[in-house]
T-cell receptor, first 117, second 113 residues
Framework: GAVVSQHPSRVICKSGTSVKIECRSL??????MFWYRQFPKKSLMLMAT?????????EQGVEKDKFLINHASLTLSTLTVTSAHPEDSSFYIC?????????????FGPGTRLTVL | DQQVKQNSPSLSVQEGRISILNCDYT??????FLWYKKYPAEGPTFLIS?????DKNEDGRFTVFLNKSAKHLSLHIVPSQPGDSAVYFC????????????FGKGTLLTVNP
């Protein structure tokens, strides 16, 4: 089956630093990648949708200058949390879609736990 | 505004019995629905989906029922197994949304041996 990896799985950083999270589709080319955020006991909230070679589309309320997304290739998307603050602490999950059709399954990565001190 | 609602945060069933997980939605534009299973510290894994042109889809022990008029869907697991214990998320999307998934808050299923 399609496998999506995320790196790192867990990161702790100081307030004010930037953190980069990588999302890779290991055995398929992903036309579209999605970034989600999950707070404790809450649903996954879509942050942005990225298509290879184009700018990401951010959801309402998500600061594009704070959460930088780069989808440089069909197998790699990165999320950079710039000038991280404690309120950015969360579980970040990416997903990748094979062809981007409505019936195309999104395959999820294992997630990255970010803790900002 | 929660467009996809899973009103039961948890459910406990005995091994071998049926598990029924419920999901309601408010956005009438949704026309494709999915169920995902999630273990702690892992990303969700796809279980089963259903298009709005159908009212039932079955895959092994898993069956999803869709009642469009009630804007309600349910996931049935028969027979339930201890390995089914996980958080189950209901998600919805529609053509024209750029395939964005809107998730419910999840239901923690515990299957007791």
């Amino acid at each position: 089956g399609a496998v999506v990896s995320q790196h790192p799985s867990r990161v702790i950083c100081k307030s004010g630093t930037s953190v980069k999270i990588e999302c890779r589709s290991l055995d398929f080319q992903a036309t579209t990648m999605f970034w989600y955020r999950q707070f404790p006991k809450k649903s996954l909230m879509l942050m942005a949708t990225s298509n290879e070679g184009s700018k990401a589309t951010y959801e309402q309320g998500v600061e594009k200058d704070k959460f930088l997304i780069n989808h440089a290739s069909l197998t790699l998307s990165t999320l950079t949390v710039t000038s991280a603050h404690p309120e950015d602490s969360s579980f970040y999950i990416c997903s990748a879609s094979l062809a981007g059709g409505i019936e195309d399954t999104q395959y999820f990565g294992p997630g990255t736990r970010l803790t900002v001190l | 505004d929660q467009q996809v609602k899973q009103n039961s945060p948890s459910l406990s069933v005995q091994e071998g019995r049926i598990s029924i997980l419920n999901c309601d939605y408010t956005n009438s534009m949704f026309d494709y629905f999915l169920w995902y299973k999630k273990y702690p510290a892992e990303g969700p894994t796809f279980l089963i989906s259903i298009s709005s042109i159908k009212d039932k889809n079955e895959d092994g022990r898993f069956t999803v029922f869709l009642n469009k008029s009630a804007k309600h869907l349910s996931l049935h697991i028969v027979p339930s197994q201890p390995g089914d214990s996980a958080v189950y998320f209901c998600a919805a999307t529609y053509r024209g949304s750029n395939y964005k998934l809107t998730f419910g808050k999840g239901t923690l299923l515990t299957v007791n041996p």
